[in-house]
Nanobody, 127 residues
């Protein structure tokens, strides 16, 4: 499995970006997916997750109401629509693929839940 994230860039505070994550392989439609981010000097943190069917989504409190995760299983692609961006959203954003097993509790937030990772795409929000 290979994951390719793209769509990052430099944007002013209050602006929007849409990240995409294209996956290789035939298993994408049966796998839960997630977005994480990592700012310089900080641990990788959970941003959003989506179940294999797209029926359930989860968000970190810091992005709830501003970010929207979605997926198109026919295109093997996951998206993260980011709006009302803030300087504190600046980070490298990673997409990740988990398993076909339903999330248990809040394990969708854990990096250990995911088996494959993309290379990351830089998002920089200027004030």
């Amino acid at each position: 499995v290979q994951l390719q994230a793209c769509g990052g860039g430099l944007v002013q505070a209050g602006g929007s970006l849409r990240l995409s994550c294209a996956a290789s392989g035939r298993s994408f439609s049966a796998r839960n997916m997630g977005w994480f981010r990592q700012a310089p000097g900080k641990d990788r943190e959970f941003v959003a997750a989506i179940t294999w069917s797209g029926g359930t989504v989860y968000y970190a409190d810091s992005v709830k109401g501003r970010f929207t995760i979605s997926r198109d299983n026919a295109k093997n692609t996951m998206y993260l629509q980011m709006s009302s961006l803030k300087p504190e959203d600046t980070a490298v954003y990673y997409c990740a693929q988990g398993s076909a097993i339903n999330y248990a509790g809040n394990n969708y937030q854990s990096t250990r839940t995911y088996n494959y990772w993309g290379q990351g795409t830089q998002v920089t929000v200027s004030s």
